[in-house]
Every structure is written in C-alpha cells, then in structure tokens.
C-alpha cells in the first residue's frame, strides 16, 4: 500500500467499498443499509448487536463478510449451558506432563456470536472481555487476539423465555444495535429463486488484513469541525434525564441515558460514514446517519413510555428532528 497522501488512500478506500458491495451482493439479496453498518463497525475497530427473527440470513451474511475481508471466522452458537472455556479455550495436560493452551473459537477475525442471550452472564461477559481487551487470560498467562478484531452478536426477538439479556453495561460496548428486517416481496422472490437452484455462487477476497488495519487507522487521522463534535455530544446529552440538559421529553419518558462512549461512537462513525460516502471531513448529516444505531441499545425507557407505547426509535426521531 504505497499512498502518497491520505487523499488517496481515502479514494482506494471508497474504491474497495464499492467492490465489496459488489461482492456481499452475488450472496446476499438487499439488505444494504445493514451491510453498510458492518462495515463501517470494522473500518471503526468496532462490534456489533444484530437482532432480527431466525432466517433472515444473518449467519450466511458475516461468513460472506469474512470471505470477502479475507479474514479467519468463527461462529459459536451460545447455548444454557456454554462455558467459558468454550469461548476462549483451556488448558490440557499433554503426553510430556506439561500444561498446554487449546485455543478456542474466540481467536479468529470475525467471531459471530449466535443468540448471545441464550448463555449464562458468566459465558457471556468472558466474550465481552475479549471484545474490550482484545485478549483472554487464562491461568494467569494472557494471550493476545488477531488484529482485525471483530464481534457480531445476534438476538432473537422472539421468544425470550430462558433467556439471559445483556446489561446496559455490556451493551454499551456494541458500537452499533441493527435492526434485520424482513426483505421486500421482490427481494424475497429473488432470495428463492436464487437459493433453490444448483447455483453455486463464490466470493472474491477484496481486502487484506493489512489493508484493514491500514484503513482503520486512515479513518482514526479523519478531521472533524468543532460544530460536528457539538452536535453529537449535544446529541447524546439530551437522552440523559434530570440533567442541564435534558430535554421536557427526556425528563417525562426516559430513566437512563447514553453515555460518554455513545458520542465517540458517533463521531468515530460519522467519520466513516463521510469517507465511505467519498467526503473528506464528516458534517451533521453523518452524524444523523449512524445515530440509530449507535443509541438505540443505549437509552432506557420508564414505565410511562413503555405504557404510553413510547418506544426508543420514536424519541431518537424525536431527537433528529428537533433544532440543536
């Protein structure tokens, strides 16, 4: 990767995009937007909640994703009765008498964490820990992940009995909480008539891990205007009630607001979102693009909105809409 100036390295970037759509698309039928968020979610060295019903192609999408990147990917499907070690792997006694570490699942790229909620907090927080620290310590002993570093983590929003769900706390470190919907009547009829046939389709590689790595960092260098930053942190201030400044809607329907990392999360993916759309700096409307995502999984309702029929995509609306 020999880019004279990151002018450059921002069209090869836009360039690459626009091939791994092109790529994702020979598998995948519609379903932009939220490919689009995945890949803005590894550009920002970011993780990410998917919730949608079962079939809706969620596993096919990341392995295709993973094929695409180039990258090692591992799916694990979480179950009552995962253990930790299932995740990050354990320690055996081998022929010679010596301890020896069996790498689990978790040392891969792309790690597609299956119905997250089904498992126990104890499995679940040892995948979070990995997901913040980037590494698993096992016996005392730490062992680095690969770098690229990626979690998707699915949910089923049907069907919650026996199931464990995620504090707000373990929440906050998704990037981004996207909503899988069900295709179109014609994207759906697509989706038959390709997948019913002897049709076979491959993917090509597009990117190279360091080319990933390369372009994450290319996106850290990003410039942002004084009056971005505003907007974003004036943003999430709003979600949080009985605060300076907390809005009458605030006050009246939420219990808790998002946090500090909701406004990096914003600006570090508008920054994306602004070089994907082939801009060099991001404006207030990349903001409002990865807005729903980023505080969806983050703000909390009271009883009165809940009873009210009030829920979190309305007061994010709300919040778009309203003048700063």
Known sequence: MNYSTDVEAIGALVQKYDILKQEIAKVIVGQDDVIKNLLISIFCKGHCLLVGVPGLAKTLMVNTLSKSLGLSYSRIQFTPDLMPSDIIGTEILDESRHFRFIKGPVFANIILADEINRTPPKTQSALLEAMQEKAVTVAGTSYKLDEPFFVLATQNPIEQEGTYPLPEAQLDRFMFNIWLDYPS????????QETTTEKTVSTEV?????EILYFQNLIRKIPVPENVYDYAVSMVAKTRPNTTHATEWTNEYLTWGAGPRAS???IIGAKCHAVLSGKYSPDIEDIRAVATAVLRHRIVRNYKAEAEGINVEDFIQRLLTEPQ
């Open 185 to 192: 009547f014609e994207e759906e009829i697509k989706v038959v």
């Open 206 to 210: 597009v990117l190279t891990t360091d």
């Open 264 to 266: 990096q999360y914003l």
